[in-house]
């Protein structure tokens, strides 16, 4: 069971985005959640990941990604503040939220717990850091990542149910692709089998 979405936004400031999560092997609910809000000007996306699995872990991110709806006008590091605050009354999880800016070429980025995330431009690929922490529970930093923001850039970020030794440039014509077919090649080869997996994809069109 899996849940996939598409989405891009108009010229000039052209994005296209896609998640997949998948619950872990047997369960009917999924632990990761992901959410992503477009605009030409700006574009926000969410990954989370409940602690554990099941009906505990999918309440958890289904109450991060509900308070990251009401607060999308707020930067990466404020909505990951309101999730902590939010998430206290659950099991808790980890957390990323990025935020694109196309016109002003720039990318920020805030995590908090084992969200892996990278961007992919001009060739090199970068990993942006997330702080330890659980949000719902202890958090001692939250702290904002800025990179550029170019019209080849990929940005690519993952729950710990999936490897992290994965390569885009591995696969030829990769990513020209669109974001869902990355996603798809992510988790069919890099997924864990024994946690709920996430995984979110922007990409400059």
Request: with cysteine; glycine share 10%.
């Amino acid at each position: 069971m899996g849940l996939l979405e598409v989405g891009e936004g108009p010229a000039p400031e052209h994005m296209e985005f896609a998640g997949v999560t998948l619950p872990y092997p047997g369960e009917h609910v999924c632990g990761d959640g992901w959410f992503c809000e477009h605009t030409p000007a700006r574009t926000v996306a969410l990954l989370v990941d409940g602690l554990g699995h099941g009906m505990g872990a999918a309440e958890a991110a289904q109450e991060a990604v509900a308070t990251v709806r009401q607060r999308l006008s707020k930067s990466p590091a404020e909505i990951l503040n309101y999730v902590h605050d939010a998430l206290k009354k659950t099991r808790g999880a980890v957390a990323a939220v990025v935020e694109v800016c196309p016109r002003e070429g720039r990318l920020t980025y805030a995590g908090i717990g084992n969200i892996s995330a990278s961007i992919l431009s001009k060739g090199i690929s970068r990993s942006l850091i997330s702080h330890n922490g659980t949000l719902g529970m202890t958090v001692s930093r939250v702290q904002e990542f800025r990179t550029e923001w170019t019209p080849d850039s990929v940005f690519v970020m993952h729950s710990d149910g999936l490897h992290s030794k994965w390569d885009l440039l591995s696969y030829p014509g990769l990513i020209s692709r669109h974001p869902a077919l990355i996603c798809g090649a992510l988790i069919r080869d890099f997924r864990r089998h024994r946690d709920d997996a996430g995984v979110v994809v922007l990409k400059a069109a």
